[in-house]
């Protein structure tokens, strides 16, 4: 199974499927993977863990993001 689509998981984060969203995260696409942090954000379900790692992401999209 590949991961979600930016748009899939933009969708997700309005539509209340938090298993896309966070399948987001590990995307090979940085646009997509913050795409899936704001997603985690607005279902309130983003962990702090989630958080740290992303700011250790290789993109500064990324890293931008979960700042």
Do not use: F, K, N, Y
């Amino acid at each position: 199974m590949s991961a979600p689509s930016r748009r899939e998981v933009i969708v997700a984060g309005h539509t209340g499927d938090r298993h896309t969203a966070r399948d987001g995260l590990q995307s090979a696409d940085p646009d997509t993977r913050a795409s899936a942090l704001g997603a985690l954000d607005r279902l309130g379900d983003l962990t702090a863990d989630e958080v740290a790692a992303a700011l250790g992401d290789p993109s500064p999209v990324v890293r931008r993001r979960a700042a």
